[in-house]
Antibody, heavy 122, light 106 residues
Framework: EVQLVESGGGLEQPGGSLRLSCTAS????????MNWVRQPPGKGPEWVSY????????HYADSVKGRFTISRDNAKNSLILQMSSLRDEDTAVYYC???????????????WGQGTMVSVSS | DIQMTQSPSSLSASVGDRVTITCRAG??????LAWYQQKSGKAPKLLIY???SLQSGVPSRFSGSGFGTEFTLTISSLQPDDSATYYC????????FGGGTKVEIK
């Protein structure tokens, strides 16, 4: 079964850091471009970050640029989001998501994890 | 950022009704548009990609159309299981989602 499982969410104070992880199974992880998408409570999804299949190309939403870092370990089928300088507005469910098409650049997202909640509050 | 505007924000319809949701892009995005269904407490599910291509396993009552800046998602005969919030997403330039349309069954 194709599956993405996130972990690492929790409650953090403004200015703090969190590290989210996503473990992939059921497909050749190293072939796919991956993303993080977040969804604040009661709002629509927001794309956060992208990483190429090899990990050498990354992109970020302006709202997180300079604060978040995306990376991957293809040997461990793992996707990481390192978040620092957290703000109240970073509060959201964070999803690990897979690009639907191999090597296509910006893409639709065909596989989503169950999400992990990040709450930023003092 | 490319802004995506969905309408209506919510609707209520009866089982068997034809339902149409509209998504407008702030600039031309060709056919780089997807539609998702999200049920309460769950992750979004891909329904349509490239504006009109049906994702594998999605019922044929769902269809998409449009090109450029105007797009529609149509449910040809609304079913009880279709109660959910629907989002459009552009992927012409990075990715942006619309604000969502909540579909309720009368």
């Amino acid at each position: 079964e194709v599956q993405l499982v996130e972990s690492g969410g929790g409650l953090e104070q403004p200015g703090g850091s969190l590290r989210l992880s996503c473990t992939a199974s059921g497909f050749t992880f190293s072939s796919y471009e991956m993303n993080w998408v977040r969804q604040p409570p009661g709002k629509g999804p927001e794309w956060v970050s992208y990483v190429s299949s090899g990990g050498d190309i990354t992109h970020y939403a302006d709202s997180v640029k300079g604060r978040f870092t995306i990376s991957r370990d293809n040997a461990k089928n793992s996707l990481i989001l390192q978040m620092s300088s957290l703000r109240d507005e970073d509060t959201a469910v964070y999803y690990c998501v897979r690009d639907a098409t191999l090597g296509a650049g910006p893409d639709a997202f065909d596989i989503w994890g169950q999400g992990t909640m990040v709450s930023v509050s003092s | 950022d490319i802004q995506m505007t969905q309408s209506p924000s919510s609707l209520s319809a009866s089982v068997g009704d034809r339902v149409t949701i509209t998504c407008r892009a702030g600039q031309i995005i060709a056919n780089w548009l997807a539609w998702y269904q999200q049920k309460s407490g769950k992750a979004p599910k891909l329904l349509i990609y490239k504006a009109s291509s049906l994702q594998s396993g999605v019922p044929s009552r769902f269809s998409g159309s449009g090109f450029g800046t105007e797009f529609t998602l149509t449910i040809s005969s609304l079913q009880p299981d279709d109660s959910a919030t629907y989002y459009c997403q552009q992927y012409n330039s990075y990715s942006t989602f619309g604000g969502g349309t909540k579909v309720e069954i009368k």
